[in-house]
Nanobody, 114 residues
Framework: QVQLVESGGGLVQAGGSLKLSCAAS????????MGWYRQAPGKQRELVAA???????NYADSVKGRFTISRDNAKNTVYLQMNSLKPEDTAVYYC????????WGQGTQVTVSS
């Protein structure tokens, strides 16, 4: 069983920055992908960024050039550095980890004011 604990969300003005963290514990050996989804009110959950075990990354077009995903395998932690935030980035952000199945974090609110 895998547990994920997220931190780093909050309220920020447009143009500002936030860094999200997500620490995994439990049966996380040989984890494959880790990453972040987000869900805004009234919208479907969408992939924001993902990173595999060797560091290859994938980003949604809407965040390319502004967000950076990274991971520390020794700490089983994934990070999302978010710069140049826009009001449309407002959402609940969920981290995930893929081991033998996908596990999700509880979500952290990011609110960007205009």
């Amino acid at each position: 069983q895998v547990q994920l604990v997220e931190s780093g969300g909050g309220l920020v003005q447009a143009g500002g920055s936030l860094k999200l963290s997500c620490a995994a514990s439990g049966r996380v050996l040989n984890s494959n992908a880790m990453g972040w989804y987000r869900q805004a009110p009234g919208k479907q959950r969408e992939l924001v960024a993902a990173i595999d075990s060797v560091g290859s990354t994938n980003y949604a077009d809407s965040v390319k050039g502004r967000f950076t995903i990274s991971r520390d395998n020794a700490k089983n932690t994934v990070y999302l550095q978010m710069n140049s935030l826009k009001p449309e980035d407002t959402a609940v952000y969920y981290c995930y980890i893929l081991v033998t199945s996908v596990s999700w974090g509880q979500g952290t609110q990011v609110t960007v004011s205009s």
